[in-house]
């Protein structure tokens, strides 16, 4: 309803042909395996097998979450997925980070890269990840695949 409202009053008083659309991650393709969600004591448990933004990768990706807002669920996906996408230069060839990070407030804290497999510059990796604007508060954990596909995926087995 909200982007509905957004598009009328956009379009009520359009921006010069010049100026270029803020980004917008929902814009892109995105594909979503399978999805679980739970909630118990610790909060909401959110488990997706695998992801892909805009040709990024991710899989295993497993959030505890204390405080999620209305819609958090569905804003998770590209949230994730800008980091993934800007890690995307974090390897040579193909490779897998299996990370975790803290969302606090609107912050990404505490990002490690926990294990890894191929080529992986982890300070690039945790840079990344740190830029994801955090659509809940909890913590969760996501091997990355950097890189050459075929290679990455390869890589994910490896990890241990």
């Not at 594909?31 to 959110?46: E, H, N």
């Not at 191929?118 to 950097?146: E, F, P, R």
């Amino acid at each position: 309803m909200l982007l509905l409202l957004s598009s009328l009053a956009f379009a009520a008083d359009p921006a010069p042909a010049a100026a270029a659309p803020a980004t917008d991650v929902s814009a892109g393709a995105v594909s979503i395996g399978q999805v679980q969600v739970s909630k118990d004591a610790s909060g909401t448990r959110l488990e997706i097998d695998q992801f892909e933004v805009d040709g990024a990768k991710a899989v295993a990706l497993r959030c505890t979450l204390d405080k999620l807002p209305f819609m958090g669920t569905v804003l998770l996906v590209p949230a994730v997925g800008a980091g993934v996408k800007q890690a995307q230069t974090c390897a040579t060839g193909g490779a897998a980070a299996r990370t975790s990070w803290t969302w606090e407030g609107t912050s990404t804290t505490g990002v490690k890269v926990e294990a890894s497999q191929g080529s992986v510059k982890a300070d690039c990796v945790v840079k990344a990840l740190q830029s994801m604007q955090a659509v809940g508060q909890g913590t969760c954990q996501a091997v990355v695949l950097m890189g050459d596909r075929a290679a990455a995926e390869a890589a994910v087995g490896q990890l241990k």
